[in-house]
């Protein structure tokens, strides 16, 4: 073995030791025999590179290359982070205000999630499912999902350039968008035009103040003759996890609601209030891709204890919690160290829930108008519509 490979060798194995050893406290890589193992599958691999590669070997592309692939394999929001990803995180840096409304993961490239209610990534008609192949001419193949959200954030007014792929499209479209601060989180609702008793309800994220003004919007539409309920959590993927659990307090009112699982095996059950819930009106959720995070955790609580049924697309299996982990180079791993469970231990982490009425929705090509007619919606008032039917022929029946 040569002297170059030799210290091509050492050099590598220092991070990839380390990522070995966090992996095995973290429950994901076996200790022991295997450890030493694959680190010497690592170094042969090293080996063959350095001495047949047609090119002189770069070490810090083949050890970031090396550390991004470990991290992939975990799950899409495990990540390896550049040193100032890293700074920013550790000193608790927030990002600049102004964004176009995106939330992202990792797929291969950068993959759209969710799309903020009247941001300018929603009115360009971006949709969750899109692959962002690059921002401002900077390809996302090697781009963490940590580092693309900074790339997005910007200053009010400032712009940028995503290149995006929808579907089996093989040339990128470009869109400039114009980055702001506006973010509308209000819950809303209305009466379903036509019949009077569906109240249709909007949670575009869970933020602080969501619980209270779901419970507001659902009173005020009982009061205006409303008896079940649409709730449309389509494209929610921003808030925090307890928010959405005081969310879910508010229909159901005893019992495990969702479960906490770390690293480990150990598990928390989060549990219903016992302070009695806003209603226990019929309820129906609308669910999609870009149902991520916090909504799907609310989901999950009212689905799981049959509490209301989801209806559309599968939701996009990220319930885990992330942490940062910094190497001594500057660099950082970024992995998930917990996921939530249903109540009934299921996982969602990667999984996604599955609707139990699938409603499959047309996707246009980029550039084209979004449809206007809402699919999931008109077969979420028919199932209620039904559920309303029955009830009342079950009734007659108890009073015959």
Excluded: C
Excluded at 98 to 118: K, S
Excluded at 171 to 189: C, K
């Amino acid at each position: 073995m040569s002297t170059k490979t030799r210290w091509l060798i050492v050099f590598a194995s220092v991070p990839v030791i380390a990522f070995t050893l966090i992996g095995g406290y973290l429950g994901r890589v076996s200790a022991g025999e295997n450890t030493y193992r694959d680190l010497r599958i690592f170094e042969d691999v090293v080996s063959l590179i350095s001495n047949n590669y047609v090119e002189e070997v770069d070490l810090d592309e083949v050890m970031h290359g090396a550390l991004r692939g470990l991290a992939e394999g975990l799950d899409s929001d495990s990540a390896y982070l550049l040193q100032e990803d890293v700074s920013r995180l550790e000193s608790g840096q927030a990002l600049p205000e102004a964004n176009v409304g995106l939330t992202v993961t990792r797929r291969y490239y950068t993959q759209v999630v969710a799309t903020r209610d009247g941001s300018p990534a929603a009115e360009a008609g971006i949709l969750p499912g899109d692959f962002v192949r690059a921002i401002d001419g900077e390809p996302t193949r090697f781009m963490s999902a940590v580092e693309a959200d900074r790339r997005l954030h910007g200053q009010p007014g400032s712009t940028v350039t995503v290149s995006l792929i929808r579907g089996r499209t093989q040339v990128p479209y470009d869109i400039t968008l114009e980055r702001n601060s506006t973010a509308n989180l209000t819950v809303t609702g209305r009466l379903r035009g036509g019949t009077s008793d569906i109240g249709i309800v909007r949670i575009p994220s869970f933020h602080d103040d969501v619980a209270t003004q779901l419970s507001e919007v659902i009173t005020s539409l009982t009061d205006q003759g409303a008896s079940r309920f649409v709730i449309d959590v389509r494209n929610t993927a921003t808030g925090s996890y307890s928010n959405a659990i005081d969310t879910a307090r508010l229909f159901v009112a005893d019992g495990t609601l969702v479960i906490l699982q770390e690293q480990g095996g150990n598990q928390t059950p989060l549990q219903a209030s016992q302070t009695g819930t806003t209603t226990e009106a019929p309820v129906a959720l609308l669910v999609n891709y870009g149902s991520s995070g916090p909504a799907e955790l609310f989901v999950a609580a009212l689905s799981d204890r049959e509490r209301a049924k989801t209806i559309g697309q599968r939701t996009a299996g990220r319930v885990g919690l992330q942490k940062l982990i910094p190497l001594p180079d500057g660099t950082g791993l970024w992995l998930s160290y917990a996921r939530y469970l249903t109540a009934s231990e299921e996982p969602i982490h990667l999984y996604g829930i599955q609707p139990n009425i699938p409603v499959p929705v047309e996707t246009p090509e980029l550039g084209e108008p979004i449809p206007t007619d809402d699919p999931v919606l008109e077969r979420a008032v028919e199932e209620m519509q039904v559920q309303a039917t029955v009830r009342v022929t079950q009734l007659a029946v108890n009073y015959a």
